[in-house]
């Protein structure tokens, strides 16, 4: 089922399955925000990275013993949310554990997604319960794709990826083929405020970046300013990616983990770059705003 939000400057549409934004509608320029999920290309919105992030070495990892199957991202993704409460520009959606749950991931937990339409901005917050009697490692992402070009007029090298300051991104090297961390890094960029779209920027695959000081990440219409910007504070990766060939959407992605390593012992208690939570504790996003659209005549992000 899909959730219609609506305000003055916005129209939003987030479906139960997977608690997805699939669609944000700019109502002054009358167009489509989100990349459209063609199957083709990339089947996905805005897909929720939940209970890790990335791939697991062997596809799977164990915990007491226990072997547990894992596909890519998780599972959250995939599996149907509940309405917890909605009004006109507000929707809430739960995934609790429950018997398919534990077949994939050995925990009692709750994750609630609540998305709110505030101004220009669509705000994103997560909350997860560690409902178990034992310490709980996780990790969350976003992965977020926008259409891009903004329309036919504009074409790749209309646009960049800009920083709130300046910025020299470490990449966190992942092997191509494995979708692994190979446990090296290198500078992207030295002190940059932009990094120029290109058709070529993601031949290999997606670029993983940490050490970030930045408030967000933008993706910038150059000659005429419009842009959509992601705010990342707070997370000590983030991700830019799209699919080889002609750039038709970009994906920015903040996240709290990283695929498994190549040498990755599979023991879910020692998988790093993990959010450690105890029992009977909850842990939240602390964004201001996950999506925030900016148009030349456009008032400021309202905080």
Known sequence: MEYLLENEFLQAAVSSQGAELVSIRDKAAGRELMWQADAGVWGRHAPILFPYCGRLRGGAFTHRGVRYEGGQHGFARDMEHALVEKDEAHVSLCLEANVLTMEKFPFAFRLVNTYSLEGCSVVHHVQVENQSGEDMPFSFGYHPGFACPFDAAHGTQDYVLRFSSPQTPTVVEVDEASGL???????????????????????????????????????????????????????????????????????????????????????????????????????????????????????????
């Open 181 to 303: 961390v190979t446990g090296g890094t290198h500078t992207l960029f030295e002190n940059v405020t932009d990094i120029p779209l290109t058709d070529h920027l993601f031949d290999h695959d997606s670029i993983c970046m940490k050490g970030l000081t930045a408030d967000t990440l933008s993706l910038v219409e150059t000659g005429t300013g419009r842009g959509i910007s992601v705010d990342i504070t707070g997370f000590p990766y983030v991700l830019v990616w799209s699919v080889k060939g002609p750039v038709r959407f970009v994906c920015i992605e903040p996240w709290h983990g990283l695929p498994d390593s190549a040498g990755a012992t599979g023991e879910w208690l020692e998988k790093p770059a993990t959010v450690h939570l105890a029992p009977d504790e909850s842990w939240g996003t602390q964004l201001l705003s996950l999506i925030h659209i900016s148009e030349p005549t456009r008032p400021e992000r309202i905080s």
